[in-house]
C-alpha cells in the first residue's frame, strides 16, 4: 500500500523543470527526500499538497486525486514547513481557534500537550515566533489531528540539534503502530541516516532514485585512492568525484563493480547520504 | 463554509474597528456635501470591508496556508462571494439608518427620502464592483492584488461625481421604470454569478 503515488508528473517553470517524475511513498515508512538546492523537492512537495499543478501526469495521496477528493485528503494529512503563511498578527492560542474547526479529528489535548512540550506560549504572536519556533507550532497543529500522512518541508532546518532529536523520537514513535506515513525532505541529512526508511535522491529535476535506505547506502561507495588509477575507463564508474594534487576522492553507484576494477589499490568504505548529494550535485567536474 | 466565515472573523478581529471608522469617515465626508450621500457611504463602507477582507488573506501569502487546510479552494472562494455579500448588506443598510437618523436630527441638511429601491440601487452596484474586483484579486499574485486594492480605491474615488450625475440624470430622464430596474437587477445577478465562476475557475488552477 502507498501513502503517495506519482505518474509521469512534469513541472515545467522557465528555468527549471521537474522532468517525468514516478515514485511511491510506503505507507508506514519514513521517506526521507534528499537533494542539493534547487533540485525539485520543495516543488515536488508542493505538487504533493495541492499548491502547485503539475502539468502533466497524475497524484494520488492516500489513494485519491487531490481534485477529486481535496477536502478528504486535507482531512487526513498534516504539512510542516519551512515556511510559514500563518496570519502573523494573531496569537497561537487564536489561530488554533481559527484553525481546530477543520479538522473533524482535532484534539484540544494533544495539541496543548504539544504545545507544553514545545515550549510555546498560546500568548504568543506568530510574528514574534523564531523559525525554530513557527516549525515547532506548525508540527504541533499537523499532530493533533491524527493525521495519517506527514509532509515535511526542512522541517528540522530551523531547530536547535536538541529538539531535533526530540522531534526524530516524536517521528519515529508516530510510524510504530505502521499505518502512518511520512514524507520529509531536508538538507540535514544525518536526520535522515538516523529514522529514515526510505531514501529518495532528486537531482536537477529528476528522481534518482527511490529506494530502502540500507539498499542504497550498500550499493554505493566512496573509493579513495592515488591519482595513477583514474583513467577514462575508471572515471566513467564514479558518479562523481573530487581530485586533489595527492589522490582523488569519488562515488561509485556500483560498489561491486568498484571492488573489482580497484581492488587492494584502493581505499573503499560506506558513504553517507551527504555523501550522495554531494558528489551527485557537483558530477565528475569538480577540482579541488 | 461557516468556518471559512469564521476565520475571516478571527483574522480581522483587531481590525474590525476599521468598519464602523470607514462609516464616520464617509458619512461626514459626503452627507453635508452630496445629494447621492445614502449611495457613496454605504458603497464605500461595504466596498471599503470587502477590500480589508481580502488583504489580509495576502500580508503574508496566507493563501497558501488556506488551501493546506481540509477546504477546497472553491470553498475558499464561496466564502469571499458570501461574506461580500454580507458587507454590501452591512455597509449600505448602516448608511440607510445613517441617513435616516440624520434625516430625523439634522433635517435642515435636506436629504431625501430614501426608499428600498434606493438600498437596492446601492446593493447592486456593490456587487457590480465586486464582480469586477474579485476575480481580479484572485488572478493576481500578492503584489498584483496590492495593485488591485490601491486602483479601486483610486477609481471609486474619482468615479464618484460621474456616477452622481449618471444616476441623477437616469431618474430626470424617466429611466427608473419598473422594467428597466427588474432588466438591471437581472444583469448584475447573472454578472455576480459569471464573476463567482470565472474566479473559481483562475483560483482552482492557481500555482501557489
Redesign the interface.
Known amino acids: 500500500m502507498n501513502a503517495i503515488e506519482l505518474r509521469n508528473v512534469t513541472k515545467t517553470y522557465p528555468l527549471f523543470k521537474v522532468d517525468n517524475i514516478s515514485l511511491d511513498v510506503k505507507q508506514g515508512y519514513i521517506t526521507g527526500l534528499i537533494g542539493p538546492n534547487g533540485a525539485g523537492k520543495s516543488t515536488l512537495i508542493k505538487m504533493i499538497i495541492g499548491l502547485i499543478y503539475p502539468d502533466t501526469g497524475s497524484i494520488k495521496t492516500l489513494g485519491s486525486e487531490m481534485h477529486n477528493q481535496e477536502v478528504n485528503i486535507k482531512q487526513r494529512i498534516g504539512i510542516v514547513s519551512d515556511d510559514c503563511f500563518y496570519y502573523e498578527h494573531l496569537t497561537i492560542r487564536e489561530m488554533r481557534r481559527m484553525i481546530a474547526p477543520f479538522y473533524k479529528k482535532w484534539d484540544d489535548k494533544t495539541f496543548n500537550t504539544y504545545l507544553e512540550q514545545f515550549e510555546l506560549s498560546p500568548r504568543k504572536k506568530i510574528r514574534d515566533l523564531s523559525k525554530g519556533m513557527k516549525i515547532k507550532f506548525s508540527l504541533a497543529v499537523a499532530l493533533s489531528h491524527d493525521a495519517e500522512l506527514l509532509i515535511m518541508d526542512e522541517p528540522t532546518s530551523g531547530l536547535d540539534p536538541v529538539f531535533r532529536r526530540e522531534l526524530l523520537d516524536l517521528l519515529a514513535d508516530m510510524i510504530q503502530d505502521e499505518t502512518k506515513s511520512i514524507i520529509f525532505s531536508t538538507h540535514i541529512t544525518t536526520d535522515l541516516e538516523r529514522i529514515a526508511d526510505y531514501i529518495m535522491f532528486m537531482n536537477q529535476g529528476k528522481l534518482i532514485f527511490n529506494e530502502v535506505k540500507d539498499d542504497v547506502l550498500e550499493r554505493y561507495t566512496i573509493v579513495k585512492g592515488d591519482m595513477d588509477l583514474l583513467d577514462s575507463d575508471t572515471r566513467s564508474q564514479f558518479v562523481g568525484i573530487r581530485e586533489t594534487a595527492v589522490g582523488f576522492e569519488g562515488l561509485a553507484d556500483n560498489r561491486a563493480e568498484a571492488e573489482r576494477l580497484f581492488g587492494n589499490y584502493a581505499l573503499l568504505h560506506r558513504p553517507s547520504l551527504e555523501d550522495l548529494i554531494y558528489y551527485s550535485a557537483k558530477g565528475g567536474r569538480n577540482h579541488a | 463554509m461557516l468556518?471559512l466565515l469564521?476565520?475571516d472573523f478571527?483574522?480581522l478581529?483587531?481590525s474590525l474597528w476599521v468598519i464602523p471608522f470607514y462609516l464616520v469617515v464617509f458619512s461626514f465626508a459626503f452627507i453635508p456635501q452630496s445629494e447621492m450621500s445614502m449611495y457613496f457611504v454605504g458603497i464605500y463602507t461595504a466596498f471599503g470591508s470587502m477590500i480589508l477582507a481580502t488583504t489580509?488573506d495576502i500580508?503574508?501569502?496566507?493563501?497558501?496556508?488556506l488551501?493546506?487546510?481540509?477546504?477546497?479552494?472553491k470553498?475558499i472562494v464561496q466564502a469571499k462571494y458570501l461574506s461580500a455579500i454580507l458587507y454590501a448588506l452591512f455597509g449600505v443598510l448602516a448608511s440607510y439608518g445613517i441617513h435616516s437618523l440624520v434625516n430625523i436630527n439634522y433635517p435642515e441638511l435636506n436629504k431625501p427620502d430614501y426608499s428600498v429601491m434606493d438600498i437596492l440601487i446601492s446593493l447592486g452596484m456593490v456587487l457590480v464592483l465586486v464582480s469586477i474586483y474579485l476575480p481580479l484579486f484572485y488572478a493576481f499574485s500578492k503584489k498584483g492584488a496590492g495593485i488591485i486594492n490601491m486602483v479601486f480605491m483610486i477609481v471609486l474615488i474619482i468615479m464618484a461625481q460621474p456616477a452622481a450625475f449618471l444616476i441623477s440624470k437616469a431618474g430626470e430622464n424617466g429611466m427608473g421604470s419598473a422594467s428597466v430596474y427588474v432588466f438591471v437587477s437581472v444583469c448584475i445577478l447573472l454578472l455576480f454569478i459569471a464573476s463567482y465562476f470565472v474566479t473559481v475557475r483562475l483560483f482552482a488552477?492557481k500555482?501557489?
Open positions: 468556518n469564521r476565520k478571527i483574522a478581529r483587531s489580509i500580508k503574508n501569502y496566507n493563501h497558501n496556508f488551501v493546506t487546510l481540509p477546504v477546497s479552494r470553498n488552477r500555482d501557489l
